[in-house]
């Protein structure tokens, strides 16, 4: 579908975002520390102690990545490297890694055995979100959907560019290229971050970037902060291409369903044009990213491959948590948020 003709909007992303309230006592030491600028407070064994899945290490995780993105509002800069921070988040990593590892611990270890069945269309749809939004969903499930993936799509593309230093040849050039479309091929109100915050606008939702953290539960938490642990990690640069990949290859269907969903739910033309962009731009970005990405990586460092598959693998278990905590809410006819958004 055409462009829709652009138009004044709030969307332009702001740095400095505020910070949210603790939900536990991890969390609660992360903001008490970036608030006070002293170093986190927290007992002994609490990491240990603490649900992997649960909000409490999820958000305290979020918010120590979120010092390597914008920051926080009144947050000094410098924090980004203190060392009791990553001190802590580095102890977190340990944690939400583990309860990953043990959750696959029959993932494949090759690419084509991760991969071959992100490949074929399901004959059974009955689990997809993105089908469950098509046929059945509502405007007010548009409208958690998108503020939920606010929380990556404003800054999407950001945690996959921090690959690019740690590739090279073929996988390097193949990964700028796509990042280059992601980031809108030079013009910035073709950025894709943008244009969901046009989306936002179309579905009466705040386009300003980390509006709705404090909605956001633990799985959608943990699906993000998979993207900048891998990121952040050099030693998970093949994870983190997995991930990428796998964002890629699932992108394309899922886009076209939710044009559909967005089109019958009378969304408006941003909301509709945003997958549409995807449906077109993430079937190209596919193709290059499975044969000269991964195909280039894999030359490079044949090593990598079964890192690749694990990106994959734990991108497709996070994905099913967060499928599976929100058609239970809006089966029930409840809000999947830990705080609804205001009606429209």
Not at 63 to 72: A, D, I, M, T
Not at 128 to 133: A, E, P, R, Y
Not at 305 to 322: H, M, P, Y
Request: charged share 25%; hydrophobic share 40%; proline share 7%.
């Amino acid at each position: 579908m055409p462009a829709p003709s652009p138009r004044p909007t709030t969307a332009t992303p702001t740095p400095g975002p505020g910070l949210v309230e603790g939900r536990g006592e991890l969390s609660c030491a992360v903001t008490e520390a970036l608030r006070s600028g002293c170093p986190p407070v927290y007992a002994t064994g609490a990491v240990l102690k603490a649900d992997p899945w649960g909000e409490d290490l999820q958000l305290a995780l979020y918010l120590l990545y979120e010092l390597h993105y914008r920051g926080f509002d009144g947050v000094d800069d410098e924090r980004e490297w203190d060392p009791e921070l990553l001190r802590l988040r580095q102890s977190l990593e340990t944690r939400f890694l583990h309860a990953l590892r043990t959750e696959l611990p029959d993932a494949s270890r090759t690419v084509e055995e991760a991969f071959a069945p992100l490949l074929v269309e399901p004959v059974d749809l009955s689990g997809s979100l993105s089908h469950h939004l098509e046929t059945e969903g509502r405007r007010w499930q548009l409208r958690e959907y998108a503020a939920l993936r606010s929380l990556y799509h404003l800054k999407e593309a950001d945690p996959h560019a921090w690959v690019i230093p740690r590739l090279t040849g073929r996988a390097k050039a193949a990964m700028v290229a796509i990042e280059y479309d992601e980031f809108g091929a030079g013009r910035a109100e073709r950025i894709h971050a943008r244009l969901f915050a046009d989306l936002m606008a179309d579905l009466d939702l705040d386009p300003a970037y980390g509006r709705y953290l404090d909605h956001a539960p633990a799985p959608l938490l943990a699906t993000v902060n998979l993207m900048s642990l891998f990121g952040l990690h050099r030693a998970m640069r093949g994870a983190l291409v997995g991930h990428f990949a796998c964002v890629e290859v699932t992108s394309s269907p899922g886009s076209r369903r939710l044009v559909k969903a967005m089109r019958r739910c009378g969304a408006g033309p941003a909301a509709e044009h945003f997958y549409a962009e995807h449906v077109e731009a993430d079937a190209v970005h596919e193709q290059v990213v499975r044969h000269e990405v991964i195909g280039g990586l894999l030359a490079d460092e044949p090593d990598l491959e079964s890192d690749i598959a694990f990106g994959c693998a734990a991108t497709v278990r996070l994905e099913d948590r967060l499928a599976v905590h929100l058609r239970e809410a809006w089966d029930q006819g409840r809000s999947a948020l830990r705080a609804p958004l205001p009606e429209a």
